[in-house]
């Protein structure tokens, strides 16, 4: 059974960092693309970050392309979303999501797919 459990959300100032963890079982990372959404208060969910199961290859939305970075760890079955410089408008609930169909791909911008698993999210506010 697919799952994903994130963690690491938390208030931080803005330019500040927060790294974010996807806890991943019930398949394999280097057959599973991972992608990390999020959704604003008045905003609908976007794609933020991808990477890429078969070669790890990783990709950006233009919004977060430079600050974020996204790797994952085989012994601990995580993807992570390093997040650096942040800024007011990246407070949003974080979701990590999976799909054995899906390709990484970034359209107009943003990191897109259709993923059938999805954690619960986690709150990152960015606010002085």
């Known amino acids: 059974q697919v799952q994903l459990v994130e963690s690491g959300g938390g208030l931080v100032q803005p330019g500040g960092s927060l790294r974010l963890s996807c806890a991943a079982s019930g398949f394999t990372l280097d057959l599973y693309s991972v992608a990390w959404f999020r959704q604003g208060p008045v905003n609908e969910r976007t794609g933020v970050s991808c990477?890429?199961?078969?070669?790890?290859?990783?990709y950006y939305a233009d919004s977060v392309k430079g600050r974020f970075t996204i790797s994952r760890d085989y012994a601990n079955h995580t993807v992570y979303l390093e997040m650096n410089g942040l800024k007011v408008e990246d407070t949003a609930v974080y979701y990590c999501?999976?799909?054995?169909?899906?390709?990484?791909?970034?359209?107009?911008?943003?990191?897109?797919?259709?993923?059938?698993?999805w954690g619960q999210g986690t709150q990152v506010t960015v606010s002085s």
């Open positions: 990477i890429s199961g078969r070669d790890g290859g990783t």
């Open positions: 999501a999976t799909d054995w169909h899906t390709a990484c791909m970034v359209v107009g911008g943003t990191v897109r797919g259709v993923y059938e698993y």
